[in-house]
C-alpha cells in the first residue's frame, strides 16, 4: 500500500477492503470453500470511541524492538491457523533464505541466513530497525492477511507489507519478496522520523502540530484537521495518509461508506485485538543524576523521556525539603543532553532538567523528583527517588558517617562492644535479655557508668556471639539483670564459668529492677530520670542521656503519682532532681507533683512524639558533641546496646523513624557542632536514605 522507499509520500489503497475484512485476496482466484479467518480473532476488544486520530499508537509500543522473541512469535502464528490448507504454505510454516544487510542511519545489521522463519524474520528485523514485532504482524495482517490466510498466494508474500505498491501505479518488483518487504517497511517506518545522518524530507505530518488528513484517496471526501501527538502515529500516515472517517469507525469490524479508508483503522483495532490498548506504555524513564549544595543555590539535574510520545517534552515535579521549609516545583525537562538523544535517537536531545533553590544555612538539603507522565500516557508518573546534601559548618560539610551493624541484635551488641572496649580486661560487662527491652534499658545507663559494655542474651541460652565476645572482654566482673525469667540460672551458670565475680541485679518486676540497678550503680546519684515502663521509645532516648550524667533510668507505670516503692527509692536516695521524659499521656502530671512533694524537682522533657521528644532530651542534655549515634525507634535492641556506648562517651543517641531523619535531629547535629555520626543497625533497621540525612 505505499510508494517505494524514498522521499515521497507513501500511499495507502482503499481496493484492498475485502483483504482487510474477510481475508480474501482481490484479483486472487479462491478454492470453492473457503472460509477466511476472521481479521482480529475471536476476541472483539476495539472499541470505536477510544480511536484517537492524533495518537493511534504510543512511541513506546510502536518502536520497541524486542517486543516479542521468536518463540512468542512462532506461538502467536501457531495460534492464529490451526492448519493450511492442501497446496498452501502459512506464515507459520514459511521460511525463506535472507541477504545480509549493513546498517544505516535506520537500522542495525542484518545477517543473513538460510531458510529462516517468518517468525525469526520478523523478529530480527524488528531487532534491527527498532520496530516493535506486534507492529509487523499488524502489518502484515493490515496489509496482506498473511497472519490468518490459510491459503495465503505467492502474491501475497511478495507484496507481503504493500511496501512501494502505491494506489496509482504497478507495485516496485525491485521490492518483491517477503524478506524485502518487512525489512523495507521497517526501515521506512524509521527512515519518517528523519534520523541524524539523513535529510529532513518527511515533514507534511508534523509532530505536535495540526494537520489536515484526508479520509480518502477520493480528494471530495474531504479531511478534518488532527493534532498529531508522536512519532509513531506520524509514520502510520505517512505509510497510510488517511484517517477513517465516521462510517468506517461505525462499523469497526466491516465497511463504511465511498468515502472510507481502512488502513489505519485496521492497524488499529488489529493490534487492539490482539495485544491490548495501543496507547499502553510505561512510566517515564529518565536519571536524577545530582544534587548538589553551592555557595548560594541548592541545584538538582536530570532528565527524563516519556516513552509514549519519545519526543515530546516531559516535566518533572521537584519536592524541595530544606532549612526554609518544604516547596514544590515543576520544571520542563527540554535541556539539551547530546548524550541522552544518541542513546535514543528517536527521543532527541532535548530531555535535561535542572532547577535551583536558595542556599539557606547548615543542615539538611533534600529533593525527590518525580517524572510527570504526558495526559496520553496511562502508565502514570515515575518516582526517580531523592536525594539529599548535608552541610554542616563544624565539620565543614557533611559529617563522616559510620554504621556498627550485626547479622541480628545480640550480634549487633557484639560489634557495638567491640567498638566501644577493643582492648580485653573491661571493669564489667553487663548481660540482659535481647527479647524484652525494659531491663536492659535500665541496664544500659549503669554499664555505662560503670565503663563495660552491655550485651544481649536469649532468656534461656547465651548466643554464641555474646559468649565469644564476654570471654574476649575478659571482665573483672559480669552483672546479670533481670530475674530467671529474663535470663535462667543455665545462662547464669555458663558466665560464672567464664568469671566467677558474678551477681544478679533483679526485682520482682521490671519497675523494681530498675530501682535496684540504681541503687547499684548510681548510689550517690542526686538526679534520676523517670520514664515510662510500658513502651520503650521514651525511655531509650533517656538512657543515653543519663549515663552521660551518671543518673539512672527508673521505670514507671506512669498511671499517677509515684507509687510508694518509687517514692521511697527518691527519698531514700535522697534525689533532689527529677527529669521526666515523656508527655502527660505517657506519665500523668500528678507524678510531676508527687515527686515535688517529697524534695525531688521535676522537669518535663517531652515532645509530640517519640522523635521530636529523642530531640528534645539530647538537645537538653549535650550542648555540644563531637559525635552522635542513631538508631531505630521503631523497635529497641539497636538502641539498648547504642545508649551504652553513647552514654560511655558522653554522646547523645537519637532515635529515628527507619527511612528518614527527623529535621529537628539534623538541626541538633548542627547545633552540637558534631563531626561524627554512626548509625547502629543494618539497613534494614536503618534505611540507606536515613544515612543519607534525608529529612522528614
Partial sequence: MTVRGSVRPLVAAVAVLAVLVTGVIVGAAAPAPATAAPVGGPVKAAVASSFDPGYIISDYNFYAGQALSVSTIQTFLNSKVSSCRAGYTCLKDYAVSTTSRAGDAMCGPYTGAANETAATIVYKVGVACGISQKVLLVLLEKEQSLVTD???TTGQYMKATGYACPDTSACDTQYYGFYNQVYMAAWQYKRYGN????SNAFTWFPVGQTTAVRYSPDATCGSSPVFIRNAATAALYYYTPYQPNA????NLYGTGDACSAYGNR???RLYTDWFGPTNASVPPIGNYESAALGSTTFTVAGWAIDQSVMNAVASVQITWNTPAGVSTTTVAANGTRPDVGNAYPSAGAAHGFSASVPRSGDGQYSACVTALALPQNPAGNADFGCRTVFFSTAAGGTPATSRLQGSDRFTTSTVISQAAYPTPGVPVV????????????????AAAAQKGPLLLSMPGGLPAATLAEVKRLAPKKIVVVGGTSSITDGVYATLAGIQPNIVRVAGG????TSRALAAYAFPAAKGAYFASGLAFPDALSAASAAAATNQPVILVTGYGAADAPTSSYVTTAKLTSATIVGGVNAIAPAFDTSLQAIGAAPTRVGGGDRYDTSHIVNSRAFPTASTVYIAS?????????????????KSPLFITPGWCLPRAIGNDIVTMRSTKVVFIGGTTALAPDVAAFKPC
Avoid: M
Avoid at 535479655?433 to 531491663?439: L, M, T, V, Y
Fill in 195 to 198: 534520523p541524524p545522518g539523513t
Fill in 266 to 268: 485496521n492497524f488499529w
Fill in 150 to 152: 490459510d491459503w495465503p
Fill in 430 to 445: 553487663y548481660i540482659a535479655s535481647g527479647i524484652d527491652f525494659p531491663d536492659a534499658i535500665s541496664a544500659a545507663p
Fill in 247 to 250: 462510517a468506517a469507525l461505525a
Fill in 509 to 512: 518486676d521490671r519497675f523494681e
Fill in 633 to 649: 525507634g521503631i523497635d529497641f535492641p539497636d538502641a539498648l546496646s547504642g545508649s551504652t556506648i553513647a552514654g560511655g562517651t
